[in-house]
């Protein structure tokens, strides 16, 4: 996951979503998941802000992103949730998939380089982020 620099985009993290994501990593489920260990990298690298502080446009656990694929222009709507609440009917993403370990703390405006199922490239822009909270 990197920008068109080749580098790994600037991410912010709200101090609760780091709790809960370092708890979830922390579980014996979510720990043997190869996916863990690409979310606990990204976490480190993060801004942690308290969730007060939140810029507003930052991708946070439960907002639903509105992005498009620079490459092709679909456009695609997403809300990252945990492993559990995943749903690909309700186009709910798993921050333990690898689009929504890459999605998270991601700003609009900010893009993904992202190796979709089968090996396809893609590039992901943020476009809106709506934070629907349950």
């Known amino acids: 996951m990197t920008t068109a620099s080749g580098l ?3 991410i912010t993290v709200s101090s609760h979503d780091l709790a809960r994501l370092e708890a979830l990593l922390d579980s014996p489920a979510a720990s043997a998941l190869p996916a863990a260990a690409a979310l606990s990298d990204e976490l480190t690298r993060a801004t942690v802000l308290a969730p007060g502080e939140m810029p507003a446009g930052t ?3 439960h907002s639903r992103v509105e992005c498009e ?6 456009k695609h709507v997403l809300t990252l949730v945990y492993p559990r609440e ?9 921050v333990l998939a690898p689009v929504g370990t890459a999605l998270l703390g991601l700003s609009i405006g900010q893009s993904i380089d992202w190796d979709a199922p089968g ?11 709506h934070d629907d909270a349950p």
């Open 86 to 94: 995943a749903n690909v009917d309700e186009h709910k993403v798993s």
């Open 69 to 74: 694929d620079a490459t092709t222009g679909d």
């Open 8 to 10: 790994p985009p600037s």
């Open 59 to 61: 991708v946070k656990m």
């Open 119 to 129: 090996g396809r490239k893609l590039k992901l822009r943020v476009t809106a982020v």
